[in-house]
């Protein structure tokens, strides 16, 4: 697959090799949706899940060079809906995955 971006044309392989850790969002964003969907998969460390409707799941997951990408699911049809990404400074966006954090009892001093 090839894109350009500020006039010159990269080749990206997206199942394999180091370069991925090298992608910013700009060139996460000029991928096809397919091939962002691949590429979360493929390369990016899942966090958290939330649920948006009664069989709607969005998994986050951070990518090697710092963005995070959210993958909907739709948990009736068995199947990925659509990618979004988003930056550090959208950190507020974070916040809608705290009501789905459990953290361990050794943590919270009980047992």
């Given at each position: 697959m090839s894109i350009i971006t500020h006039g010159v044309k990269v080749t990206l392989?997206?199942?394999g090799g180091p370069y991925f850790g090298g992608m910013n969002r700009a060139l996460f964003h000029a991928l096809s949706e397919e091939d962002q969907i691949a590429a979360v998969v493929a390369?990016?460390?899942?966090l958290a899940r939330?649920?948006?409707e009664?069989?709607?799941?969005?998994?986050?997951?951070?990518?090697?060079s710092g963005f995070f990408a959210e993958l909907?699911?739709?948990?009736?049809?068995?199947?990925?809906?659509?990618?979004?990404?988003?930056?550090?400074?959208?950190a507020e966006k974070l916040t809608d995955y705290a009501l789905f954090v459990h953290?361990?009892?050794w943590l919270l001093g009980t047992e």
């Open positions: 392989v997206l199942l390369h990016g460390r899942y939330r649920w948006q009664v069989d709607e799941a969005v998994h986050l997951y951070q990518m090697p909907t699911y739709n948990t009736t049809r068995n199947q990925i809906l659509y990618a979004e990404h988003f930056g550090p400074e959208e953290l361990p009892n």
